[in-house]
């Protein structure tokens, strides 16, 4: 678990390493806003599941979603 | 004008959608239609390719309106800057849950049938690393690679077709019409979900070299995939029988098992996974190079590179995360992911087609402007 937390932070950093330098010298400002949010809500997703924390599953969503359709029309 | 893309060919165009609709088609989709419609499948086939025929016109007749545009700018233009941007998201978002799926399904292929100890952590990383590598390089780089990759694949897959041939019975696809015709229309509803993905295009309109050329890509695409589809769940069914090739997690990869050819050309089933792996991580750059682009465009970015690779990490979590086994991904992909498809890409492009016709002819009469 303690190895998978630091891999998961060295490719935060790696990635950031690599992305952040290119974008403060062109001055992009939204695009480093933008770029920061995504990289924020990847590692906190990946974090939370190599800690084993519940994640919120999108697949769970859809199927309650389209459940009483399924229900309506699925033939079988 | 949006973020430059590079520009691409018609005929790429063209191979870039019949291969990012097909390459997962024909593993998948053989074993869920048997499910629903038994040895009638090929009837669903027939009923899906016009379904296809009309969602492509749809598409491109949308696209076609705006053809210096992409989605972003004509349905921020149609429905004001705010829900125009909602539907992109929904859009965005979308085909970001059909990339993990995807993925999923490929180390799904790669777990089961070659390489049972490996963890699926792995295999997923390094297809998205792979990916988005592609993505990295941009629309050209992958739509060329895909120029040369998909001839080589449907070869393949006719080749080794060709060769299974003397082990296969047609009389298997009697009795005909034996099945319900709601159960064959499903069969036909989940068949046209892969066929709506290739409304990815709307976002790739503008990048087109000549796109007036682009109205013969529908009726071509529908065609090509109708018939690989038709010869591959045909020989399918006279080969196994319907509901062995109901059963069968991946039936096209189990067909390349049984080639025998003179005691020498044994275990081509490599060869398969060798081109699909190929292909369908082909057809996952399209669909991610959709969605980062959809996303660097609402939020109004100057390139979509700085997205690609946070991207990379929802990814892997989001394809650890779906799906808890190939059972479940069947589940999913007969019942929900038909109507999940047809709701967010048939009814958003339908959603803006209709505005943009009611706009049309608002303006006619000199009321809306």
Known sequence: MFVSVLFVLLVGVGVAYYEIPKLMQQEQKRELIVFACFLLIGLALALALSLNLPIPNPT?????????LVRLLYPG | ??????KISNRQALLLICNSILASMILISPALLTQEAGQDAWISILIAGVLGVLMGILVISLGLRFPQKNLVEYSIELLGPWLGKAVCIIFALFFLYLTAY???????LL??????????????????ILVAYGVYLGLEVFSRVNEIIFPIFIVVFLFIFCLAVPEMDFEQLKPIFTHPPSHILWGSLILFSFYAEGAFILMLIPSLRESSGVRKIAGTVSVILTVVMLIDVVGLIALFGSQETARMAFPSFELAKTVHLGGFLERIESLVVGIWVGSVSLKIMAFYYVSVLTFAEVFNLKDYRPLVLPYAIILVVLSIIGW?????????LSRYYPLLAVTVLAGLTLLLYLVFVGRKSGNKGGKVK
């Open chain 2, 324 to 332: 808890e086994n190939t059972t479940h991904i069947n589940i999913f």
């Open chain 2, 111 to 128: 777990i089961t049938e070659t390489k049972p100890e490996t963890p699926i952590v792995v295999l997923n990383t390094f297809l998205i």
């Open chain 2, 102 to 108: 995807l993925i999923d399904s490929f180390s799904a």
């Open chain 2, 1 to 6: 004008m949006g973020i430059e893309q590079g």
């Open chain 1, 60 to 68: 769970a969503a859809i199927e309650f979603i389209f459940d009483p």
